[in-house]
């Protein structure tokens, strides 16, 4: 018999469409591990790794039953280094295997190790695409190539006109390629978003692992009864359930928030998405399908939202990500310092919508979009927190959470350190932006409406001191003139109250 290849399967790769599943069974012989380094390197929520862990013990399962030969070293295993390159090398000096090959990883960190490892190994090594994203990161290079700046409308654009997405003889269906101006309503009383779909499963034995493995995670978990889908199986049904009952109106809530309601009308689909279990092509397609199927009922505005955030900014952070790393993980453009303040890790704030978005994100390893951008990014950006603490705190809290999407969403677009590569202005807004979006202020310790005095709420000053403090940098920049001409015109004593009371509440920045 030829001694078979050893694949390496990571965590964030669990394709069961990737084509090495369509070669030969006896060729090769695939193996997952779960190791401290990746369990460590940030410190994750419990649910993150327990996730990561369920499933990738579940597609081990799978493709055993399928009939491929895998190995699977648990994070007990007494031959376990916990490293995928100590594992790998003791693996590939047994003699057992004629080559080994692993995909492209998809964090910066890991694909640099893997291509030491490779380099290194006394048997041929090679490493191949994971064929997962609509587009490949060269794509991304040749979209803006000789342009001053990215824009991303215009790399969506290329994205839909590449697969032919919400196109009609190659124009846009419905008239225009963005209705993002149609997609910020706040949820009205009338309104009830539907139960969310929950896969029911216990996880004891893996909190006790990672227990008894003495691996520091933070948040919440019911072990017994842990509910984010694990399998393809899981990810299929939530993607359809996404399109019966959520896709109706994700657009229109798509930037809405409310103590009531956690996930409004998104979809969480991002951890499926991240690990592989279903194709972003293949979410897009179940969506527009659904779309088309409603012949009408589901209005364009709702499936354009939708596409956008996967084949547009998915994959647009991915093309930032590889055209900047390693570079783009220290960039810190207003020079922020600031410690994270303890709320961060308990909740324990007066400021309700930051009291809100914490919570969530401890309990349940998710927030949306709108709260990890507009209230606790915004927050750490107007309160000049370093980069490095918000990136590990976004890194670590959501089960979604991986470098290649992480970094420029934190980093470039909620905390504009990277001066401007991802996005056109930075995300800040004062207690009016959250008011308008969401319930949050009428419930909240702080006055919305005042700037200035104990009660005020810390976004109205801290908003116009952000501008303020950084208007050599900024002022230049069209996209937030109107805030430098509005502070033009108010009175040197009122910006002066303004400046004192954001100082009195950074001072005070632990206790708010
Ligand atoms: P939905 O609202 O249902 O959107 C559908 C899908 O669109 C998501 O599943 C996701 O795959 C994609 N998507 C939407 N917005 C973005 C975006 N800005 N960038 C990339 N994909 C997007 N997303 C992650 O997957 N991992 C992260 O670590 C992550 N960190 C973030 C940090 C910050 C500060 C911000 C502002 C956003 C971050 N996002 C991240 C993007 C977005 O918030 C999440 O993808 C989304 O909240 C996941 O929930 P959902 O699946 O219900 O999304
Ligand atoms: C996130 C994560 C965690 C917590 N643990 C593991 C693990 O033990 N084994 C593994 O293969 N992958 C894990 N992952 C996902 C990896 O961090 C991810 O696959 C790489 O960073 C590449 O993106
Ligand atoms: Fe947040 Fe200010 Fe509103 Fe309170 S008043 S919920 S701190 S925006």
Not at 86 to 105: P, V
Request: hydrophobic fraction near 40%; include cysteine; aromatic fraction near 12%.
């Amino acid at each position: 018999m030829p001694k078979p290849r050893l694949r390496l399967i990571l965590g964030d790769q669990l394709d069961i469409n990737h084509p090495w599943f369509s070669e030969p069974k006896a060729t090769a012989e695939y193996v997952l591990m779960e190791v401290h380094e990746e369990a460590t390197y940030v410190r994750h929520h419990i649910q993150k790794v327990v996730a990561f862990f369920l499933a990738m013990r579940a597609f081990a399962e799978e493709l055993r039953r399928k009939g491929f030969a895998v190995r699977y070293i648990s994070l007990d295993a007494p031959e376990n280094l916990h490293s995928f390159s100590k594992n790998i090398r003791g693996l590939a000096e047994s003699g057992r295997y004629s080559a080994f090959e692993c995909q492209h990883a998809d964090e910066y960190r890991v694909e640099e190790s893997l291509k030491e490892l490779c380099a290194a190994l006394k048997i041929p090594a090679s490493i191949c695409d994971s064929d997962h994203f609509l587009v490949d990161r060269d794509f991304f290079l040749s979209v803006f190539k000789g342009k001053k700046r990215y824009v991303m409308e215009n790399f969506y654009r290329e994205v839909r006109r590449t697969h032919d997405i919400l196109l009609d003889d190659g124009k846009p269906i419905g008239g225009r390629w963005n209705f993002d101006s149609e997609n910020r309503k706040k949820l009205p009383d009338s309104v009830r978003p539907p139960e969310a779909l929950e896969f029911v499963r216990d996880a004891s034995e893996i909190v006790a692992l990672l227990k008894s493995n003495k691996v520091q995670t933070f948040g919440a978990i019911s072990a017994e009864c842990f509910t984010w889908p694990v399998t393809r199986a899981d990810s299929l049904k939530l993607l359809k359930h996404f399109c019966q009952k959520l896709l109706p109106s994700f657009g229109t809530y798509q930037d809405a928030m409310h103590t009531d309601h956690r996930l409004l009308f998104h979809s969480k689909l991002s951890f499926s998405m991240n690990v592989k279990l279903i194709s972003p092509k293949e979410v897009i397609d179940a969506a527009v399908e659904a779309w088309r199927a409603s012949r009408g009922a589901i209005s364009i505005e709702q499936i354009e939202g939708f596409v956008r955030q996967i084949a547009g900014w998915r994959e647009f952070m991915r093309g930032v990500y590889w055209a900047h790393m390693p570079t783009y993980k220290s960039l810190n453009f207003f020079g922020a310092k600031r410690p994270l303040p303890h709320y961060f890790w308990d909740g324990d704030t007066q400021m309700n919508c930051v009291r809100q978005a914490v919570r969530q994100s401890l309990d349940d390893a998710y927030a949306h979009h709108i709260q990890r951008l507009m209230v606790t990014g915004n927050f750490t950006l107007l309160a000049g927190i370093d980069p490095d603490e918000v990136d590990a705190w976004y890194l670590g809290v959501y089960a979604d959470a991986l470098e290649w999407v992480q970094l420029p969403n934190t980093r470039g677009m909620s905390q504009f350190a990277d001066g401007g590569i991802v996005g056109t202005k930075p995300y800040i807004a004062s207690a009016n932006y959250i008011g308008k979006m969401s319930n949050y202020c009428s419930g909240c310790a702080y006055n919305a409406k005042q700037r200035t005095g104990q009660d005020s709420c810390p976004f109205n000053s801290l908003y116009w001191n952000f501008l303020l403090t950084h208007r050599k940098k900024l002022e230049s920049n069209p996209r937030i003139g109107m805030g430098y001409r509005l502070l033009d015109k108010m009175a040197t004593s009122e910006v002066k109250e303004l400046q004192e009371q954001a100082a009195k509440h950074l001072k005070n920045l632990e206790k708010l």
